[in-house]
């Protein structure tokens, strides 16, 4: 009888909507807060002083992807500027043209899915395809130009892969 009672009062206004049931374990997510959303920032019953601080750690988050972003790139750039002259010397020129053409493909690659990284959210919901194209262009371009080879040229589109790894083992 006592255990009906306290399940019936409310200790707290918040307890009088929810009802006394067991609550799974929560995940680790769920204990993180949730982004501030442009509508929540912007509305009438905020404050100026609790608007600026998301907005300065949204700041400042956008700075740190933004210099997350040009490290990939330049790492990027230096593992090719460094395979391309091993692989003139170990193969031939043509093949350490193909290996830097990849390299630039994935330069660009690596631009274009930052770009469209930093629009979600913003303007959209989910990431842009147009970074898909650069492999697919770079295959073809391989097909076409006689003096292109293609596995030389994914090996060097590939060299975005151990920058990133680098840039992981760095931060992390």
Do not use: N
């Not at 031939?92 to 660009?108: K, N």
């Amino acid at each position: 009888m006592d255990v009906q009672r306290l399940q019936a009062a409310p200790t707290t206004p918040l307890d009088a909507d929810t009802a006394l049931v067991p609550t799974p374990v929560m995940a680790e997510h769920d204990l993180l807060p949730e982004p501030p959303t442009p509508a929540a920032a912007c509305s009438a019953e905020s404050s100026p002083t609790a608007v600026s601080a998301p907005a300065a750690e949204a700041d400042h988050g956008m700075e740190d992807y933004r210099r997350l972003q040009r490290r990939l790139i330049v790492a990027t750039a230096c593992a090719t500027a460094l395979a391309v002259p091993i692989t003139a010397w170990l193969f031939d020129t043509a093949t350490a043209l193909s290996l830097m053409v990849g390299g630039v493909a994935a330069m660009l690659y690596l631009r274009l899915l930052a770009r469209s990284m930093a629009r979600l959210g913003v303007d959209r919901q989910s990431v842009g395809k147009v970074q898909l194209l650069v492999p697919v262009v770079l295959v073809l371009a391989a097909a076409r130009i006689p003096s292109l080879h293609l596995l030389p040229a994914l090996l060097g589109f590939l060299l975005y892969k151990p920058a990133l790894i680098l840039q992981v083992l760095v931060d992390g």
